[in-house]
């Protein structure tokens, strides 16, 4: 645990308990926490992607060629590169007074 920052499959909890006492810890730090991830980036959708993925126990290869895209465009979402068209997308959300959440559903 050096510089108190995880690594990608390193369990959250010895981090989580070095925090003080008023940090609020909510989705989606902690995997088993069905809350919708709340998005207002590039990053928080990425995390949101890489977070579901592991949950459904495959690999960037595996999802990039089931939806159809690369590894490399797959492995820049999950690492939050951001694109005019999001932010884009981000900018309309606001003038409306929404927000955005991705949540587990049954297509």
Not at 30 to 35: S, W
């Amino acid at each position: 645990m050096s510089n108190n920052i995880p690594k990608d499959n390193e369990p959250l909890q010895p981090y989580i308990a070095t925090l003080p006492e008023h940090y609020s810890i909510r989705a989606p730090l902690l995997p088993e926490d069905n809350r919708p991830f709340r998005i207002y980036t590039a990053t928080s959708v990425g995390k949101a992607i890489r977070h579901y993925r592991h949950n459904a126990g495959i690999t960037q290869a595996q999802l990039a060629e089931q939806v159809g895209v690369s590894v490399t465009y797959l492995s820049r979402l999950e690492n939050g590169q951001d694109t005019e068209h999001f932010r884009r997308v981000v900018r309309i959300l606001k003038e409306l007074g929404v927000r955005m959440t991705l949540q587990r559903a049954d297509w």
